[in-house]
């Protein structure tokens, strides 16, 4: 733990939440969140960006026993996630309900359990291991293309994204195509995640025998019975010794003993929910940002032209790995678009001890809620932030501080093990995708953004494609 030790100090003004809170800081009181559940329901990125403007970077909700602290400054942030990692432990509502899901993964874990777990898995994210998944994503993302209409058309390219993803974690991270399972699997885990969703959102005790908790007994028994039978079909195959995809380190890991049988299933779960619908989302919403700023488009076309030759439907050939290093239009293009559009919208922390977060004093126990998708909107950091301007993340664009607030990953020690497999996956998979063919907005769509686990368009995406 670093910093200073906090010394509480007896707040400098008078604040209306006083009663409410012991943080000295402004924000709702008690009829306003009752006048709010509604909206934070219908929808909660809109909630967070109203308290934010209307009470500042640092809010208190009104739980006297429980603090609950709303961080938008990024030296805060930076404190809480990197500066004083340890000060700060991921046992929150947020990762409790979703530990229903996915047992102690990755995601979850604390301690040493995450500790054994990063080390059993690590290998399998080696930079060395990266020309693999360059390989799938453009096999997925070329049998994704072939399913467009051949002259051009409306397509949905969310449930595309999904699919290409999908086939790219099963045949990288897990040594196999999961095609047979995978459905099953992902509809379990989607299924699990939307009642987890609506639990966190709905305050009502976790043991009630609510529809809803059936629901979600029933989606893990599915989810259970579909990473069982992945798990199965590898273990006749037979996991060679020099297997390096994450499936085979992790069946090593609990034959010699250093990973617990149920920890296998946990990672499997978490590694679909990291690799498969977050790359999907940042897909997603990099072809949305796109198509509705043909400028930008424009620039991404003319790069992979100059880079895999083409200009027309045939698109020149398809990109490697090697590609990557020039393609860094394209990679801006995904990056810009996980600013805006962050597959975890909010990170939460709970403190071990009492902490001190932008001179503020907040007790042990107290639970902040740290937003990317507020840091990567804050005007002094990120001009005109709702615009989008992928050459902000080209050569030179980005500011130190800036960089620093820029989290779509997370931050610290407990950065996402996946942010370069997603990086390369998304960046080739887009390459491909638009290296012969344009998308612009499909007449009469309507796009809605759902903040669930990851961020969503709300019905899915259609676009119309055309040949180039």
């Given amino acids: 733990m670093t910093g200073p030790t906090p010394v509480p100090t007896a707040p400098q003004r008078s604040r209306a939440n006083a009663r409410y809170t012991p943080v000295d800081a402004d924000g709702p009181l008690p009829h306003h969140m009752v006048a709010a559940v509604p909206r934070i329901r219908a929808d909660p990125l809109a909630f967070l960006a109203s308290v934010h403007e209307r009470w500042g970077d640092l809010v208190a909700f009104p739980m006297p026993r429980l603090p609950v602290v709303l961080v ?4 805060a942030a930076r404190r809480i996630l990197v500066d004083n990692h340890r000060g700060w432990s991921k046992r929150t509502a947020q990762y409790g309900a979703l530990s229903a899901v996915t047992g102690s993964g990755l995601l979850t874990s604390e301690g040493e359990v995450w500790r054994e777990r990063r080390r059993a898995a690590q290998p399998a994210f080696h930079p060395g291991g990266l020309s693999a998944v ?36 099963g045949r990288t991270l897990f040594g196999a195509d999961v095609a047979e399972d995978g459905e099953r699997l992902v509809a379990a885990v989607l299924e699990a995640l939307e009642v987890v969703v609506g639990r966190v959102r709905t305050p009502l005790p976790l043991w009630l025998p609510t529809p809803a908790r059936r629901r979600l007994r029933r989606a893990v028994a599915a989810l259970d019975a579909s990473a069982g039978a992945v798990v199965a079909r590898r273990r006749a195959q037979g996991a060679d010794g ?14 010699s003993g250093d990973l617990a ?15 498969h619908e977050t790359v999907a989302s940042a897909l997603t919403w990099t072809l949305h940002l796109l198509s509705r700023e043909q400028e930008a488009q424009g620039r991404v076309a003319e790069e992979l032209d100059a880079v895999l030759g ?19 239009r394209t990679r801006a293009a995904v990056e810009e678009s996980l600013r805006l559009f962050p597959p975890a919208w909010v990170l939460s922390r709970r403190a071990v001890a009492e902490d001190v977060l932008d001179g503020v004093a907040v007790p042990a126990g107290t639970t902040a809620i740290v937003s990317p998708w507020l840091l990567h ?3 002094e950091l990120f001009p005109d932030p709702e615009a989008y301007r992928p050459e902000r993340f080209e ?45 612009h907005p499909a007449p ?10 990851t961020m969503r368009p709300r019905d899915g995406l259609r676009l119309e494609v055309r040949p180039r």
Wanted: charged share 25%.
């Fill in 72 to 75: 938008t400054s990024p030296t």
């Fill in 134 to 169: 360059a390989e799938q994503s453009v096999a997925a993302a070329q049998r994704m293309r072939a399913a467009w209409p051949q002259g051009g058309g409306v397509v949905d390219v969310d449930a595309g994204g999904l699919q290409a993803t999908l086939e790219v974690v």
């Fill in 242 to 255: 020099d297997d390096g995809d994450l499936l085979a380190l992790l069946l090593r890991a609990v034959d």
């Fill in 261 to 275: 049988p149920e920890g296998l299933r946990d990672e499997l779960v978490t590694m679909v929910i990291a690799g």
């Fill in 310 to 328: 083409g200009g027309d439907a045939r698109g020149g050939r398809p990109p490697t790995w090697d590609d990557l290093r020039s393609l860094p």
């Fill in 377 to 379: 909107r804050r005007p």
């Fill in 395 to 439: 050569e030179g664009g980005l500011g130190r501080e800036a960089r620093a607030a820029y989290v779509p990953f997370g931050a610290g020690p407990r950065l996402c093990i996946g942010r370069d497999f997603a990086l390369v996956e998304a960046t080739l998979v887009l390459a491909e995708l638009l290296r012969g063919a344009s998308v």
């Fill in 444 to 453: 009469g769509e309507r796009v809605r953004v759902e903040a669930l686990v």
